[in-house]
């Protein structure tokens, strides 16, 4: 079927002004402190696991998993800034289901935001965890023991075994960036890649040139703020920087009644693969996946059970067929070739 | 000397604005969630503390140290906030500190802020600390068993003797009503209660009831938001909560050139006992502590040594005084009388 000509043109002229909008943000963000030595593991940990499991035993894909919020300065010497709220749970158990299956996670995440395999340990001070015993060894209450141990061991496998890197961040200026470095190194492992975007990215930011210097004086009265949109980087992820993985994304909404209308719009707008939609007042025991064959509701199916678990079930198998289907569009143009 | 009634009149309004403005403030907040078992455990710590060390080896007095930045919700569903700034770092440092001085110690603390003793471990995935042996037993590696050790029984000490009592807050609703409720309960202390200050508490908020319900839509394009002022609570601290305590307030700014005169200003409007001045891009390294007998530079001895040792050290000798001085006026009123 044709394209309206003028309908084409539109939509490469919007395309244009994404691209122009996000250098414009790169240009202009403040450059990440230890590029070349995230630049360098980066590099190494997907050269590892480049490989893929063709027989070989290696990881079943490589998952970049984003969590947490990101925060928006609001001065250049940082004092305030407008953050988005996001414990970081969500992607934090989806890494260690990816893990358990066979995936190696690169795992961006808030700074202080919940980590992998820590999630049922205490909140506040984990110096609650502990006792010393009369030899002033260190001893686990019964009480937490077994999670305490199971915590430690799982988490010493995936990183003694090399198959989790983890990558801090804490503003929206360092978020974009990783994800770029992450997303174009990515690129080469072509389907096997996947993008689980969790995070909770901050919709409007003040350009670093704009912003005030210093603390902003709170003797002058009430303060007027302008923010501006941050660019839509999942349009150019997926344009640019990684066009064959499998891409995730998170709709958070707190009214029901536009949820799945702009997960909808998200799918189509930035060409995810999925769309997960998620209401603020219940996200931690239903989802529903949107893809453009449908719509499918994840329910929680016990108190014993977190949603990550059936969440990544389902999202393994969806990306296995995306590998399966690349490889046989491969297969048939090189018979036709 | 006799004060011009005008001037006297004019300081009674703005004392009675200041008042209206904190009820207000009070009126409209969303209420503090666990706010009877707060109240119960709060008056239970400053019972058994109120006896003083007369002889009893008690504590050498009661501190409330603050910690941390607060938050400032822009949706009453919050999913974006303004945030503060603050690790906690000296508040928590403070808090050893003071403990190790003989003072009982009330910690109202950001959530996810710098814990007391936590200060040296790593700040990401505590799991880092942990081996499992060949029995899965727990171990410490070499190179930080000695900090490890410490902290927890530093932390355990503390905790077990009922010296104590840790108070989270998120936003800035929270924060404020936890404060008045610490200091109305610790006025009965009289001079032995003391404030330190420390948090980073926001300058603006949004009313709850002017706050947007739901998640503010970015499609619409550029933000604009105003803010009002918080109240100044140090004021009412200082006039109506708990008029006899000593007060220590924290100023900070990135701007040097304002900030002695800005501290000054704090120390008269506020009658605090001392301000701690400090700046941005050295605050762990030199402070000012501006009294109305004049400025005293603290300059960290030592790579190994934090300032707020120092600090901590002459505040107890401050505060020392504060109560004798207080003592001794007791002593000629009942004499007078």
Redesign the interface.
């Known amino acids: 079927m044709a394209v309206d000509p003028s309908i084409a043109a539109q939509a490469e002229a919007a395309a244009r002004r994404s691209e122009e909008a996000a250098e414009a943000f790169f240009r202009a963000a403040p450059p990440l402190r230890d590029r070349d030595s995230v630049a360098a593991s980066l590099a190494d940990f997907v050269a590892r696991h480049s490989a893929g499991n063709g027989g070989a035993g290696g990881p079943a894909g490589v998952i970049c998993i984003t969590s947490g919020g990101t925060?928006v300065p609001?001065?250049q010497?940082?004092?305030?800034?407008?953050?988005?709220?996001a414990s970081g749970q969500r992607g934090a158990a989806a890494t260690e289901y990816f893990l358990k299956a066979g995936y190696a996670v690169i795992f961006i995440h808030r700074?202080?935001s919940k980590?992998?395999?820590?999630r049922f340990l205490p909140?506040?001070?984990?110096?609650?965890l502990?006792?010393?015993g009369e030899d002033?060894e260190?001893?686990?209450p019964q009480s937490h023991s077994t999670v305490?141990?199971t915590?430690?061991?799982n988490?010493?496998k995936a990183i003694d075994g090399g198959l989790l890197l983890?990558l801090?961040f804490t503003t929206i200026f360092e978020y974009l960036q990783l994800l770029q470095m992450v997303a174009t190194s990515m690129n080469c492992l072509g389907h096997r890649g996947m993008f689980l975007l969790a995070a909770?990215v901050?919709?409007?930011y003040v350009p670093w040139e704009s912003m005030a210097?210093?603390?902003?004086q709170?003797a002058v009265?009430?303060?007027?703020?302008?923010?501006?949109?941050v660019p839509k980087m999942l349009f150019i992820l997926r344009k640019n920087w990684a066009p064959s993985a499998f891409c995730v994304s998170f709709k958070?909404?707190?009214?029901p009644n536009i949820l799945l209308q702009k997960a909808e719009m998200a799918l189509k707008k930035y060409g995810m693969n999925v769309v997960v939609a998620n209401e603020?007042?219940n996200y931690k025991d239903v989802v529903v996946m949107v893809t453009s064959s449908g719509r499918t509701t994840v329910s929680r199916s016990s108190k014993e059970e977190d949603i990550e678990k059936q969440l990544t079930e389902l999202l393994v198998k969806m990306h296995s067929e995306h590998i399966t289907q690349a490889n046989s569009e491969d297969h048939q143009t090189h018979e036709l070739s």
Do not use: W
Not at 115 to 118: E, S, V
Not at 213 to 216: D, F, G, Q, W
Not at 252 to 255: I, N, Y
């Open positions: 925060t609001l001065e010497r940082c004092v305030r800034y407008i953050d988005n709220f700074r202080g980590q992998p395999y820590c909140e506040e001070s984990f110096l609650d502990f006792e010393l002033s260190i001893k686990v305490v141990k915590a430690i061991s988490y010493r983890k801090p909770a901050s919709d409007f210097k210093h603390k902003i709170s009265g009430p303060l007027n703020m302008q923010l501006n949109q958070l909404e707190t009214d603020l007042a």
